[in-house]
């Protein structure tokens, strides 16, 4: 089973780029997109419901061309559900939940924390909220999440760790809690796969020539929950795709068990 996860960074725009084409050539089985910024009624019908694919579209009701997620899967969900169960972060269009039948898989734009201290609250809140929920779906069945984490875990994780110290997506207080999350059981699955190989990265700013420099973050991760992780059988980062300050990340389960 290849499952992608991609920050487009406005689906609108990289389909006007071109970009979308990716779409076909991944061949993939589930392909998660984050950050949007559109609503589905917006995204024409080709690209809105691709054929072959189960389609979910979630965008924010606070503020449109926000945020926003997209899910499309080859299998058909037994459910899919949208948002956090606290009402304190739902609205801004951030997470899509299909249960597949081996797993639950969370799409998930975690919040940026850079804007002001009340923004860094509100992030590290959703992380706890989120960590709350997958704990309670992954006592029924395995979890697997992806997304833009906005936080790179370890030094290892981006070009210039010891310039960052202060800037949120690496603060102390941001990388306890992914320290954390991996204590509950949560494996990265490109760790697992490539051990500490460094300069792998999945997004650059756009300025400066970052992404020509390769000065990037790491901050789109998949995780499994730890009974999964037998199954992981490749990870991957597709740092030559362009269309996005993001570029996509992939892994690949055996699902024949």
């Known amino acids: 089973m290849r499952l992608y996860s991609w920050n487009v960074n406005g689906f609108r725009a990289l389909c006007a780029k071109g970009a979308w084409a990716w779409f076909k050539d991944a061949q993939a089985d589930v392909?998660?997109?984050?950050?949007?910024?559109t609503e589905e009624a917006q995204v024409p019908e080709e690209h809105r419901r691709p054929s072959g694919y189960h389609s979910a579209w979630f965008s924010s009701v606070k503020k449109r061309g926000?945020?926003?997620?997209?899910?499309?899967s080859r299998i058909q969900p037994l459910q899919v559900t949208f948002d956090l169960p606290v009402p304190a972060f739902q609205g801004?269009?951030?997470?899509?939940?299909?249960?597949l039948h081996d797993f639950h898989l969370f799409n998930v734009y975690f919040p940026n924390g850079q804007m002001n201290e009340e923004r860094l609250a509100y992030k590290l809140g959703?992380?706890?909220?989120?960590?709350?929920?997958a704990q309670k779906m992954r006592a029924h069945k395995p979890v697997v999440v992806c997304g833009d984490f906005n936080t790179a875990h370890k030094a290892i994780d981006l070009a210039r760790p010891a310039?960052?110290?202060n800037t949120s997506g690496f603060l102390p207080i941001e990388r306890a809690w992914?320290?954390?999350?991996?204590?509950?059981g949560y494996i990265d699955s490109f760790r697992h796969v490539h051990g500490d190989m460094p300069a792998n990265y999945s997004w650059w700013s756009f300025r400066a020539g970052a992404r020509e420099r390769n000065i990037g973050w790491r901050i789109d991760y998949f995780f499994v929950s730890e009974e999964l992780a037998p199954?992981?059988?490749n990870a991957w980062i597709d740092s030559g795709v362009k269309g996005s300050d993001h570029c996509p990340v992939g892994i690949e389960l055996d699902c024949s068990h």
């Open 31 to 37: 392909v998660a997109l984050q950050e949007t910024k």
């Open 66 to 72: 926000y945020s926003g997620v997209a899910t499309f």
């Open 92 to 99: 801004e269009g951030r997470l899509i939940h299909m249960e």
């Open 126 to 133: 959703f992380y706890e909220a989120f960590l709350a929920h």
């Open 163 to 165: 310039q960052n110290e």
């Open 178 to 184: 992914m320290d954390r999350f991996v204590a509950h």
């Open 231 to 233: 199954r992981i059988t």
